[in-house]
C-alpha cells in the first residue's frame, strides 16, 4: 500500500510532468472513485484550467488550479488518494508514459483500460491517469486536509516528541494514526520502530526524550531512504517480516504479532517488550 515515499513519487511526477498542460475533457464516471460528486462534476470544475501545483501531507495529494482562460481567479483544489495500490500515470505529448506511486509489482499485470479511474485529457494529446485496480482510491474537489497531523516528512523534533509521548498507547498505534503524524503506514512503522530498537508494543506513556529523539532520527533516515530507493519495500528490515526471518542486524529471530490492529515484526532481542 502506498506511504508517504510513494504518494511523494507521484506527487512530484505531477509536479515535473503534468503542470501547466491544458485540461480540454475529464473522465469521471467512476462514481465510487470521485463520490460524493456525480458524473460530470469534476469535468465542468476542471475543463478549461490547468494544474498550478502538486503538494502532498501525509498520503494526501492535492493539485492547485489555474482560473478559466484569462481569469486569475484559481478554481479548486484537486485532492487525489491512491488508496490501497493507486498509480498516477502521466502521458506526455508524444504519447511516452511515465509512473508515480511506487514500483509495478513484478507479477503485475499490463494496465487495463477498465483500471483507469479517473483521467485528466490534456490540450496537448497527453493525459493523467489514475491507474487503479482496486478501485480504492479516490478523487474529490477540495479534500480536507485540516483532519491530518504534520507531515512525517517535516515534522519538527519538538512536534514529533510531543506528539510520539502523549497518552498511553502503543507506540506503533500512535505512528499510524494519520491524525497525529501523517506519512506512516505498516512497513515504515515497523522499519522505523526497527532502527529506533523500540518495542512497537511500548506504550507512549514509557517514551523518554532520547526514545523518542532516536524515533524522530530513525524516521528521517527511512523516509530518506524509501524515497530514494522508490518505496517502504526496500527498507532494511522489510525482507526479514516473514516466518523464520532473523533481525539483519543482530541475527536474533524476529517475532510476529498484531499491533495497533496490523500484521507487526520486531526484533526479538533488541525490540524487547511485552513477554
Ligand atoms: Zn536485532
Same mark, same amino acid.
Given at each position: 500500500?502506498?506511504?508517504?515515499?510513494?504518494? @511523494?513519487? /507521484?506527487?512530484?511526477?505531477?509536479?515535473? @510532468?503534468?503542470?501547466?498542460? *491544458?485540461?480540454? %475533457?475529464?473522465?469521471?464516471?467512476?462514481?465510487?472513485?470521485?463520490?460524493?460528486?456525480?458524473?460530470?462534476?469534476?469535468?465542468? +470544475?476542471?475543463?478549461?484550467?490547468?494544474?498550478?501545483?502538486?503538494?502532498?501531507?501525509?498520503?494526501?495529494?492535492? !493539485?492547485?488550479?489555474?482560473?478559466?482562460?484569462?481569469?486569475?481567479?484559481?478554481?479548486?483544489?484537486?485532492?487525489?488518494?491512491?488508496?490501497?495500490?493507486?498509480?498516477?500515470?502521466?502521458?506526455?505529448?508524444?504519447?511516452?508514459?511515465? @509512473?508515480?506511486?511506487?514500483?509495478?509489482?513484478?507479477? =503485475?499485470?499490463?494496465?487495463? =483500460?477498465?483500471?483507469?479511474?479517473?483521467?485528466?485529457?490534456?490540450? %496537448?494529446?497527453?493525459?493523467?491517469?489514475?491507474?487503479?485496480?482496486?478501485?480504492?482510491?479516490?478523487?474529490?474537489?477540495?479534500?480536507?486536509?485540516?483532519?491530518?497531523?504534520?507531515?512525517?516528512?517535516?515534522?519538527?523534533?519538538?512536534?514529533?516528541?510531543?506528539?510520539?509521548?502523549?497518552?498511553?498507547?502503543?507506540?506503533?498505534?500512535?505512528?499510524?494514526?494519520?491524525? #497525529?503524524?501523517?506519512?506512516?503506514?505498516?512497513?515504515? +512503522?515497523? @522499519?522505523?520502530?526497527?532502527?529506533?530498537?523500540?518495542?512497537?508494543?511500548?506504550?507512549?506513556?514509557?517514551?523518554?526524550?532520547?526514545? /523518542? %529523539?532516536? *524515533?524522530?532520527? /530513525?524516521?528521517?533516515?527511512? *523516509?530518506?531512504?524509501?524515497?530514494?530507493?522508490?518505496?517502504?519495500?526496500?527498507?532494511?528490515?522489510?525482507?526479514? #517480516?516473514?516466518?523464520?526471518?532473523? !533481525?539483519? #542486524? !543482530?541475527?536474533?529471530?524476529?517475532?510476529?504479532?498484531?499491533?495497533?490492529? #496490523?500484521?507487526?515484526?520486531? !526484533?526479538?532481542?533488541?525490540?524487547?517488550?511485552?513477554?
Amino acid at each position: 500500500m502506498p506511504e508517504l515515499p510513494e504518494v @511523494e513519487t /507521484a506527487r512530484s511526477l505531477i509536479a515535473d @510532468e503534468a503542470l501547466n498542460r *491544458l485540461i480540454v %475533457d475529464v473522465d469521471d464516471g467512476d462514481t465510487f472513485v470521485c463520490r460524493p460528486h456525480s458524473p460530470g462534476e469534476l469535468r465542468d +470544475a476542471l475543463t478549461g484550467r490547468t494544474l498550478t501545483a502538486a503538494h502532498r501531507r501525509g498520503k494526501a495529494m492535492w !493539485c492547485e488550479t489555474s482560473g478559466v482562460g484569462r481569469s486569475q481567479v484559481s478554481g479548486p483544489d484537486l485532492g487525489i488518494h491512491l488508496g490501497m495500490g493507486g498509480r498516477i500515470v502521466v502521458t506526455s505529448q508524444d504519447g511516452q508514459a511515465a @509512473e508515480g506511486g511506487g514500483p509495478r509489482r513484478r507479477d =503485475a499485470q499490463p494496465r487495463k =483500460a477498465e483500471w483507469d479511474r479517473f483521467t485528466l485529457n490534456f490540450a %496537448d494529446g497527453g493525459s493523467l491517469v489514475l491507474f487503479d485496480k482496486r478501485r480504492l482510491g479516490r478523487v474529490r474537489l477540495n479534500p480536507d486536509i485540516d483532519a491530518l497531523g504534520p507531515d512525517a516528512a517535516t515534522v519538527t523534533p519538538a512536534e514529533f516528541r510531543t506528539l510520539i509521548t502523549k497518552g498511553s498507547i502503543a507506540v506503533k498505534a500512535r505512528l499510524l494514526d494519520q491524525s #497525529r503524524i501523517a506519512g506512516v503506514g505498516n512497513l515504515l +512503522a515497523d @522499519e522505523i520502530l526497527w532502527k529506533a530498537k523500540v518495542s512497537p508494543e511500548a506504550p507512549t506513556s514509557s517514551l523518554q526524550r532520547k526514545d /523518542a %529523539d532516536r *524515533l524522530y532520527r /530513525a524516521l528521517g533516515a527511512a *523516509l530518506e531512504s524509501a524515497i530514494a530507493k522508490g518505496g517502504v519495500h526496500t527498507g532494511d528490515v522489510i525482507a526479514a #517480516r516473514r516466518p523464520g526471518g532473523t !533481525c539483519p #542486524r !543482530c541475527g536474533a529471530e524476529m517475532r510476529h504479532g498484531t499491533v495497533g490492529g #496490523r500484521s507487526t515484526w520486531w !526484533c526479538s532481542r533488541e525490540q524487547p517488550g511485552r513477554a
